[in-house]
T-cell receptor, first 111, second 106 residues
């Protein structure tokens, strides 16, 4: 069966520090992978999606970047966090006829 | 106007009450999801449906494709049901509602 792992579940980081959130999937190959963010009081917004290794599309300009070093690994990064980067980050895979599967999310607080 | 509208935004209920959360959407979809976000932020996928009705324990989800509307029902609500419930629809992309914050008081 297909599963998706996202970690960490919560993270507190100081302003200016780097960020790395990781998402991995099991039980599937060549998945479409997605990073979403939910800012306080708002709905989830697509940040990045990837249809294959090294292929990243960005939906909104921001202080974040994404990478896909392996087929089943999707990483969300920042070199220097801003206070406005605080929020809830959600990884997902799938789309199309297979539907979507969601990670459990990461609550990031930048202090 | 958002493509996915949820109502109500906030809901407070007494333990044992029957809860209904509504989701309306304006795009053609291939599936609709109901997600539960716990106070700590963790997401749990409750239902994925493209027609009819699904039931899991005290939770029931229905969808009317013609009316572009879905409802999530919770029977015999309990304080542990307190969470944010998010409706999300799939077409070529995933589109999310803003969520309904449910508080169930003992």
């Amino acid at each position: 069966s297909q599963t998706i792992h996202q970690w960490p579940a919560t993270l507190v980081q100081p302003v200016g520090s780097p960020l790395s959130l990781e998402c991995t999937v099991e039980g599937t190959s060549n998945p479409n992978l997605y990073w979403y963010r939910q800012a306080a009081g708002r709905g989830l917004q697509l940040l990045f999606y990837s249809v294959g290794i090294g292929q990243i599309s960005s939906e909104v300009p921001q202080n974040l970047s994404a990478s896909r070093p392996q087929d089943r690994q999707f990483i969300l990064s920042s070199k220097k966090l801003l206070l406005s980067d605080s929020g809830f980050y959600l990884c997902a895979w799938g789309g199309g006829s297979r539907g979507y599967t969601f990670g459990s999310g990461t609550r990031l607080t930048v202090v | 106007k958002n493509e996915v509208e949820q109502s109500p935004q906030n809901l407070t209920a007494q333990e044992g009450e029957f809860i209904t959360i509504n989701c309306s959407y304006s795009v053609g979809i291939s599936a609709l999801h109901w997600l539960q976000q716990h106070p700590g932020g963790g997401i749990v996928s409750l239902f994925m449906l493209s027609s009819g009705k699904k039931k899991h324990g005290r939770l029931i989800a229905t969808i009317n494709i013609q009316e572009k509307h879905s409802s999530l029902h919770i029977t015999a609500s309990h304080p542990r049901d307190s969470a944010v419930y998010i409706c999300a629809v799939e077409d070529n992309d995933m589109r999310f509602g803003a969520g309904t914050r449910l508080t169930v008081k003992p």
